[in-house]
């Protein structure tokens, strides 16, 4: 079955750096890969979408990459601000219905002053 | 800003009772869904709708029904909640279209059962 794999652990890191997530996905070769942000309390909000011919895609300060052979893609945020803070979701199209997509369990990011 | 709205927000009610959570958007989509979540899990999709009468099951299995009398709205009911039901239920919409459409959420009901 498919599976997604992002960081349990939330991650800390210092404002001005750049912050870097990653998901891992199994069983799988998806045509596209999204990336969504959640706050506590909220619904998700969509970023970004990467397709499986596209190396990087960029969007201000958002950096996605997708390597279909690692089956991994990276989501990077540069000169993080603690306005970033956030849990960040990882999705995938199912192999079978791509109208319905899988979440993964989300990496919970701290940019701290 | 995505215009998808879900009511009530907050929802604390006793064992039993007849539960409907409301879920409009203003975007004209066709594909609707729904989704459970608990605290720091990922969203499990428990209702999926084509369009207006085309609704099926999701991958959790749920004793929530829905329905899709008309494009804009699709409300999720249950019959007579138990403390098992309690999480937090996202509504999410996207355009009808096979190439890769971003869903956009509400700001879900975070549903206690006592």
């Known amino acids: 079955s498919q599976k997604i794999e992002q960081n349990s652990e939330a991650l800390n890191i210092q404002e001005g750096k750049t912050a870097t997530l990653t998901c891992n996905y199994t069983?799988?070769?998806?045509?596209?890969l999204q990336w969504y942000r959640q706050d506590p309390g909220r619904g998700p909000v969509f970023l970004l979408l990467?397709?499986?011919?596209?190396k990087e895609k960029r969007k201000e300060r958002l950096k996605v990459t997708f390597d279909t052979t690692l089956k991994q893609s990276l989501f990077h945020i540069t000169a993080s601000q603690p306005a970033d803070s956030a849990t960040y979701l990882c999705?995938?199209?199912?192999?079978?219905?791509?109208?319905?997509?899988?979440f993964g369990s989300g990496t919970r990011l701290s940019i701290r002053p | 800003e995505a215009d998808i709205y879900q009511t009530p927000r907050y929802l604390v009610i006793g064992t039993g009772k007849k539960i409907t959570l409301e879920c409009s958007q203003t975007?004209?989509?066709?594909?609707m869904y729904w989704y459970q979540q608990d605290p720091g899990m990922e969203l499990h999709l428990i209702h999926y709708?084509?369009?207006?009468?085309?609704?099926e099951k999701g991958d959790l299995s749920s004793e929530s029904t829905v329905s899709r009398i008309r494009t804009e709205h699709f409300p999720l009911t249950l019959e007579s909640a138990r403390p098992s039901h309690t999480s937090q239920y996202l509504c999410?919409?996207?355009?009808?279209?096979?190439?890769?459409?971003?869903?956009?959420f509400g700001d879900g009901t975070r549903l206690s059962i006592l």
């Open positions: 990467i397709r499986e011919n596209e």
């Open positions: 999410a919409s996207s355009e009808w279209d096979n190439s890769n459409q971003p869903q956009h």
């Open positions: 709708s084509y369009g207006v009468n085309s609704t």
């Open positions: 069983n799988y070769s998806p045509a596209y």
């Open positions: 999705a995938l199209p199912r192999y079978s219905s791509a109208s319905k997509i899988i």
């Open positions: 975007m004209g989509h066709d594909k």
